[in-house]
């Protein structure tokens, strides 16, 4: 495993028409490091992939994988990548295509040895077009370690997959960290990045708004979660409480993410017939909705 800087962007800039996808991303990667990508649709995580992997140019700054080209790292078998789609053939074995996958690299890890990594040794006679969302997910993930790189990509990588499915393959992927390699997967599920991810960047508009460990993210936000059962509550009256930063409803049971949670529990206590009421600390999501609000009102 190489020991040096696993990716660089300085100054990345990337616009589409009117549309400014990515506007002057900053962000060092250390080999070794799980890096969680995270933000809103439209913020510019997939954008910032593409780019990273050399398939979109950047408009200004500079990309480096390795010290060298994206396509120069691809091409050497440093980089595997895990999209959310494509790379399969619906007609094709399992087995057929990790094959063939694997007659594209220099240095191929055996494919019974790919197959037993993501899971699916049972499946490589299996055509694909006879797999679920998640097994093709799976078989995406083989694809994506054949070359045995030492980066990862991975794009929304456990999307159709079910609750036991996405514990399995991050099992997986863990093992795969265990072995040195340097990760980075963008996802919509925040606490897959509380658990697993070293580090944490999120982005908005383009920009990269909050990077650190998730603790970090989660300590820079003051505040806790209330949820209580209100039957009949006055949701206008909740979020124009000072501090309420938001409120959410399931039914009779509502959820506010509070800045002062001391003075909405008083107005709960002495104004309503809450009952059921847990305070909780702030979480991965409760911090990233904090920082976006707080880059919604700074705009």
Not at 253 to 265: G, H, I, N
């Amino acid at each position: 495993m190489t020991t040096q800087t696993a990716v660089t962007l300085t100054g990345v800039t990337k616009k589409y028409g009117a549309v400014q996808a990515v506007a002057g991303v900053d962000l060092t990667i250390r080999a070794g490091e799980v890096v969680a990508l995270l933000g809103p649709n439209g913020a510019g995580k997939s954008t910032t992939i593409e780019m990273l992997l050399g398939l979109v140019r950047p408009d200004q700054g500079s990309v480096q994988v390795y010290g060298g080209t994206p396509t120069d790292a691809i091409g050497a078998g440093q980089v595997g990548v895990m999209l959310q789609s494509g790379g399969i053939i619906e007609d094709a074995k399992v087995g057929e295509l990790i094959n063939l996958v694997a007659g594209l690299h220099k240095n191929p890890m055996p494919v019974g040895e790919a197959l037993d990594r993501a899971g699916i040794a049972d499946l490589a006679d299996r055509k694909m077009k006879g797999l679920s969302g998640g097994q093709k997910q799976r078989v995406r993930f083989a694809m994506a370690i054949i070359p045995q790189p030492d980066l990862i990509v991975l794009d929304e990588p456990t999307t159709g997959m079910d609750v036991e499915s996405r514990r399995d393959f991050w099992a997986s992927m863990h093992a795969e960290t265990a072995r040195g390699r340097t990760v980075l997967f963008a996802t919509h599920y925040l606490e897959e990045a509380d658990a697993y991810a070293d580090r944490v960047v999120l982005m908005r508009h383009g920009k990269v708004v909050a990077d650190g460990t998730a603790a970090q993210i989660k300590a820079s936000v003051s505040g806790r979660r209330i949820r209580a059962t209100v039957p009949g509550a006055d949701l206008a009256m909740l979020a124009s409480l000072p501090g309420v930063r938001n409120v959410e409803t399931r039914g009779d049971v509502v959820l506010l993410q509070c800045a002062d949670s001391d003075d909405t529990l008083r107005y709960l206590l002495t104004n309503t017939s809450a009952h059921d009421i847990e305070v909780t600390s702030a979480d991965l999501e409760d911090a990233v909705l904090a920082i976006s609000a707080e880059q919604e009102s700074a705009a």
